[in-house]
DNA sequence: TACGCGTGGAA
DNA sequence: TTTCCAAGCGT
């Protein structure tokens, strides 16, 4: 990436009607953000809603770094909502390749397909048409909202909430499943004005991927540190059950992925026998596929062979 | 609310 | 090698 991206407006103009707490963060943050933000192509001024839309699906749980070159191809591919629309899902899946939750990519060709039908091929500017989209929850309705539209909303994902878990609460990590007390929180600290409500929506997102990070955080390079909750407590380990982990080997996951990996690569329907050689468990195997047929992912033809779904 | 859902890189 | 983690969503 190429240098950090400057914004044209500065915060300090902006008035704030937020409490105390948010306008020591408020300022700091953004600041720092002007100076360290990555040059990511979905923070363009070029890359539109519908950039900013894709690259918000295919991040869902999902490295910027494995991102950026499925992102380039996807939008060179299919330049906005209605190019997809016109393609089959099949096709949605095979460009996701290997970025993971191939879901994700059912339901972006879906959220393409309704904007096509019901929004006369623009991403909605609206919070709660944006919500009505397939693959779209409150994270993303907000993010599309904020970082498209420069609305203000509470941005809270991972980042944002262990930047807020530590600075605020003074946990080392916030709790497994989003808490209303953390939403609470969050609308309380988004600046009253809506051009530096989305600033700090992006500038503390970008903090707890860079700085506030879940291990090896780096508070000498933390423009919050001298009011960091956690850091003033010592920066305490967290305590109470481990956070959940994610176990694969062996899982339907794994299984589904090696099906669809199979059919990924082909170009043409393959016979059930080619589906047979990824697993060598027959029940697990056929509960895979059943799963993925279930979900869309594939599609059984009449003749006994399976393809990505052409409709 | 808790769980299932992919993948690969880093420690 | 194993474990953990990465801009969540839908049920």
Not at 71 to 96: I, N
Not at 134 to 139: A, C, N
Not at 147 to 157: I, P, S, T
Not at 245 to 251: I, L, N
Request: aromatic share 6%; hydrophobic share 40%.
């Amino acid at each position: 990436m190429t240098a950090p991206t400057k914004p044209p407006h500065s915060h300090s103009a902006a008035p704030r009607s937020d409490g105390p707490l948010g306008q020591s963060l408020h300022g700091a943050v953004i600041d720092w953000f002007e100076e360290n933000a990555r040059d990511l192509p979905w923070r363009r001024p070029d890359a539109g809603p519908w950039g900013v839309m894709v690259s918000e699906f295919m991040l869902q749980q999902t490295p910027v770094s494995r991102v950026l070159p499925v992102y380039e191809q996807w939008l060179a591919r299919w330049p906005r909502p209605a190019d997809l629309a016109k393609d089959t899902p099949g096709e949605a899946v095979r460009a996701w390749g290997r970025l993971g939750y191939p879901r994700r990519a059912l339901r972006l060709h879906g959220a393409a397909v309704a904007i096509a039908e019901r929004h006369g091929g623009d991403v909605p500017t609206d919070h709660a048409q944006l919500l009505a989209l397939p693959g779209i929850g409150e994270y993303t309705a907000a993010a599309v909202a904020s970082f498209a539209y420069g609305q203000r909303h509470a941005v809270l994902d991972t980042n944002v909430r262990r930047v807020l878990a530590r600075a605020v609460t003074g946990v080392q990590y916030p709790p497994n499943a989003t808490t209303a007390a953390e939403r609470k929180l969050a609308r309380a600290l988004l600046p009253e004005d809506e051009h530096t409500a989305s600033r700090w929506a992006a500038a503390s997102m970008e903090l707890g991927a860079l700085v506030c990070t879940a291990k090896n955080e780096a508070c000498h390079r933390c423009p919050i540190a001298a009011q960091c909750a956690w850091q003033l407590a010592g920066k305490p380990e967290h305590e109470g059950p481990p956070r959940r982990g994610q176990t694969y080997a062996g899982t339907d996951r794994q299984v589904r992925g090696k099906l669809l990996a199979v059919l990924r690569d082909a170009h043409a329907p393959v016979p059930q026998a080619a589906l047979d050689r990824v697993w060598h468990e027959p029940v697990q195997r056929a509960r895979a596929l059943d799963g993925l047929v279930a979900d869309g992912l594939v599609e059984p033809l009449p003749d006994g062979m399976y393809r990505l779904p052409a409709s």
